[in-house]
């Protein structure tokens, strides 16, 4: 919003049009916390879906939801809405979780994901409130945010479009008829931000077909690229909250996250790209999660 | 009266370009979204007159399409304007998913359709557009017969909540008769009523078909004429009202026989238990002959009389 309107409810009104939460750093890293352990919960119990690349961008839709896009189920409609468009559709758990948490619809509700007649599908899809596009064909969400985000420039309003990338998406090539577009058309609402875990089905990305030097490219594209630590909260709080990163030029957050991030035996694993833990393993991923929110509470407790 | 009797109107494809002027003109939410397709498209003047309302991507089929669906999820009414054969292959995943399946109600307007590009071959015909675009969910495909088809097409897409591929070629089209000056998306025109042999056709082939109407009229043949500018959802009660009504039927398209709207009526006789003589005409599943777009119907009998001849063998 929109200088002057209310559509950021709860929100602080900052430089820029998006929203400031009053969450502390460890309110949103123990968000984080239940977002993974909630994501797993319910990969497990569909016995599908893409668990390393939602731990990996589960603290990147955290920061979004919770402190920047300021959109509620409330809100939603408001035409010039903060707006997200997942590209890496296959991430789609850690939607849910979030949106769920945000009170779209019941957490509840994604103990059918993937199930017979269920709305939650293994991607994104409108028949769930608060999806924004049906994605999960890599190589779309930043033409469709760049489409948006144009709108909102002939519109003359001040809402930013944000899509997430995976890096394997960026073999892509729709990808860079998208990022020549919108630096023609001086998009500074624009914000892609790369799920940079550098690794995809197959291995890891430099070896499968090098998307490198990301940051030249898209410079070379006209675009203003920043990176941060995707995993990191603080960071990310601090790279949303300065947009746009450069006047009349799209940006690239290049977010530098670990696939599988919070269960150690995930952990830069190409073979949780979509794995299922068993009973066992699930047993560890939530003790070891338990253990990390303990840790942090102590630690504020400490401090 | 023969077909040179019909006053002559201009291409599809211009009323298009001045339609979308008119309708701009009143609303400036309305965009063309062009991949360097201007100029084909017909929408210089609209670009020199609406600067705003004209977003260019450059020759980027898949970005045209991406970016109309985001304009469209914001509140624009886009119509995205690239040759059909580009814009139903290139793009296709783009509109499959950000348009139809995301449900954005996208225009897309398929220009130069069929073999209307004539002699430059293969990579610039659009024989498949309707094939493909039948088999994707919520998208209507709308080939106008006509200057006034095309018009009322124009309108009623702009007016559409729903993605719609129109499509249009670029020859000047006469002004056909209808029964009734109505035109509703999903609903065939009547162009002329008879018994004996019916031409459900669609596109610039509506006019061949009426062509043939008018030679078999000669011999005391009597031919109805249909306008199926609908061929996606199709119009199946005129399918079947016509196979109880004429003694056989023979499709007319500018697209392969594979898929188009020769298969979709076949398809609705076949299980409705109408097994009326009937023939497929359009572009045979070969290498498509080198020709003009003239020619190259001509060539498949795609002609006055190419179906005159068709009709007969029928009878």
Redesign the interface.
């Known amino acids: 919003m929109y200088r002057g309107e209310t559509i950021l409810s709860g929100g602080i009104r900052k430089e820029n049009s998006l929203a400031m939460s009053q969450y502390t750093d460890l309110e949103l890293q123990l968000k984080s916390v239940k977002y993974r352990k909630a994501l797993l919960k319910y990969i497990k119990l569909a016995n599908a879906g893409h668990t390393g690349g939602d731990l990996s961008c589960t603290d990147i839709l955290n920061v979004l939801y919770n402190d920047v896009l300021g959109v509620t189920p409330e809100n939603f409609a408001i035409?010039?809405r903060n707006?997200f468009?997942q590209s890496k559709g296959h991430s789609v758990e850690a939607l849910y979780v979030v949106l769920a948490d945000k009170g779209f619809f019941p957490e509840s509700d994604l103990e059918t994901m993937c199930q017979y007649q269920s709305k939650y599908v293994g991607h994104p899809t409108?028949k769930v409130k608060g999806i924004?596009?049906?994605?999960?064909?890599l190589?779309?969400g930043?033409?469709?945010?760049?489409?948006?985000?144009?709108?909102?420039k002939?519109?003359k309003t001040e809402n930013y479009?944000f899509t997430l990338l995976g890096d394997g998406e960026l073999a892509e090539?729709?990808n860079y008829?998208?990022a020549?577009?919108a630096a023609?058309y001086k998009l500074d609402n624009l914000v892609a931000i790369l799920d940079h875990n550098t690794l995809q089905i197959t291995g890891r990305n430099r070896e499968v077909c090098s998307p490198y030097p990301i940051d030249e490219k898209f410079k070379a594209f006209g675009w203003e690229v920043v990176s941060v630590d995707g995993n990191s909260i603080p960071e990310l709080r601090k790279v949303f909250h300065e947009l746009p990163a450069e006047k009349s030029k799209p940006t690239l957050i290049i977010a530098n996250t670990v696939k599988g991030k919070g269960v150690s035996y995930m952990e830069d694993e190409k073979k949780w790209h979509h794995g299922v833990p068993s009973d066992e393993q699930y047993k560890q991923a939530m003790d070891e999660l338990d253990a990390l929110e303990k840790k942090l509470v102590k630690h504020s407790i400490v401090n | 009266m023969t077909i040179k009797t019909l006053t002559m109107g201009k291409a599809n494809l211009e009323v298009f370009a001045a339609t979308l002027m008119e309708l701009a003109d009143k609303d400036s939410n309305i965009l063309a979204a062009t991949s360097d397709s201007r100029g084909s498209g017909k929408l210089g003047p609209f670009g020199e007159k609406f600067p705003e309302q004209i977003v260019e991507v450059g020759i980027a089929e898949q970005n045209l399409v991406g970016v109309s669906a985001g304009l469209a999820s914001a509140g624009k009414n886009v119509f995205a304007v690239s040759p059909a054969c580009f814009l139903s292959a290139r793009a296709l995943e783009q509109v499959k998913n950000d348009v139809a399946y995301s449900n954005q109600p996208v225009t897309l307007v398929g220009i130069s359709a069929g073999v209307s590009y004539g002699a430059l071959g293969t990579t610039h015909h659009s024989t498949h557009d309707v094939a493909v675009f039948r088999a994707i969910h919520n998208i209507q495909v709308v080939v106008p017969a006509d200057n006034y088809e095309a018009r009322e097409a124009v309108i009623a897409a702009s007016k559409s909540k729903v993605p719609i591929f129109l499509k249009f070629g670029k020859k000047p089209m006469p002004n056909l008769p209808r029964l009734e000056n109505t035109f509703e998306i999903g609903k065939a025109s009547t162009i002329c009523e008879g018994g004996d042999v019916a031409f459900i056709a669609c596109g610039e082939t509506v006019a061949l078909a009426y062509e043939a109407a008018l030679l078999l009229e000669k011999e005391g043949i009597q031919a109805e004429v249909i306008s199926m500018h609908t061929v996606s959802p199709l119009d199946s009660e005129k399918v079947v009202e016509t196979a109880k009504k004429c003694r056989a039927i023979i499709t007319v398209e500018e697209h392969s026989v594979n898929g188009g709207l020769g298969e979709a009526c076949a398809s609705i006789l076949m299980q409705e238990k109408l097994y009326v003589p009937f023939k497929i005409v359009g572009i045979p599943d070969e290498d498509t002959v080198t020709g003009s777009q003239t020619e190259i119907l001509n060539h498949y009998g795609i002609s006055g009389d190419g179906l005159y001849r068709t009709a007969k063998g029928l009878l």
């Open positions: 035409r010039h707006r468009v409108r924004e596009f049906n994605t999960g064909a190589g779309h930043l033409s469709i945010a760049a489409g948006i985000a144009l709108a909102a002939m519109d479009v090539g729709s008829e998208a020549m577009m023609h």
